[in-house]
């Protein structure tokens, strides 16, 4: 049964560029959230998509957008890039509907660097 | 507002011996809370989680976390530590009808010979 996978694993970019990011769910979820974790800290929540839409957003300018797919895979992206956007994207997976939330299953990350 | 604090940025510990890790939270509505660990250069990894019933929780690796209500906390612990336990730590909390799922900081824990 294969986890959460993401690609690519790193990824260099310079300011002002743009970037996606890409993720496949656990097998048999069909909900993704997006966070950005800087280096040292916590990870921050950027957004979930539930049913090819944007469920909840974090505090997160619009530069930051994404997408899911009907098969439930997931992309990031990123405009107009900030060297403050050097972080390690997580993408989790996990069963939605409504009410409680449901566990959350991580991939292993893109690290993204702006130069 | 919604808030999680883990108490120690950095936990060193000798091998074999007991280990807490303390995450408060601030809430005053129902919660969920969740401990995962993130080893260097990877992902995290759920150890356990309290959804309802037994305040007592135990996950993965021998660890176990108890929540307090009174004291809104979900502290970590572990009688014995290994130096495979060496990692990022991190406390997280959801809350029903909200997909935000909140993280603190981060404890690292370095286990010592």
């Known amino acids: 049964d294969a986890g959460v996978t993401q690609s690519p694993t790193h990824l260099i970019k310079t300011r002002g560029q743009q970037v996606t990011l890409r993720c496949s769910p656990k097998s048999g979820h069909d909900t993704v959230s997006w966070y950005q974790q800087a280096l040292g800290q916590g990870p921050q929540f950027i957004f979930q998509?539930?049913?090819?839409?944007?469920?909840q957003r974090g505090n997160f300018p619009d530069r930051f957008s994404g997408h899911q797919f009907p098969n439930y895979s997931s992309e990031l992206n990123v405009n107009a890039l900030l060297l403050g956007d050097s972080a390690l994207y997580l993408c989790?997976?996990?069963?939605?509907?409504?009410?409680?939330?449901?566990?959350?299953?991580f991939g292993p990350g893109t690290r993204l660097t702006v130069l | 507002a919604q808030s999680v604090t883990q108490l120690d940025s950095q936990v060193p510990v000798f091998e074999e011996a007991p280990v807490e890790l303390r995450c408060n939270y601030s809430?005053?509505?129902?919660?969920?809370l969740f401990w995962y660990v993130q080893y260097p250069n990877q992902g995290l990894q759920l150890l356990l989680k309290?959804?309802?019933?037994?305040?007592l929780v135990k996950g993965i690796n021998g660890f176990e976390a108890e929540f307090n209500k009174s004291q809104t906390s979900f502290h970590l612990r572990k009688p014995s530590v290994h130096i495979s336990d060496t990692a990022e730590y991190f406390c997280?909390?959801?809350?029903?009808?909200?997909?935000?799922?909140?993280f603190g900081a981060g404890t690292r824990l370095t286990v010592k010979p």
């Open positions: 989790a997976s996990s069963l939605g509907g409504g009410g409680r939330p449901d566990t959350q299953y």
């Open positions: 998509y539930y049913e090819e839409e944007e469920r």
């Open positions: 997280a909390v959801s809350y029903y009808n909200n997909n935000d799922m909140r």
């Open positions: 309290y959804l309802s019933g037994s305040t």
């Open positions: 809430s005053s509505v129902s919660v969920y």
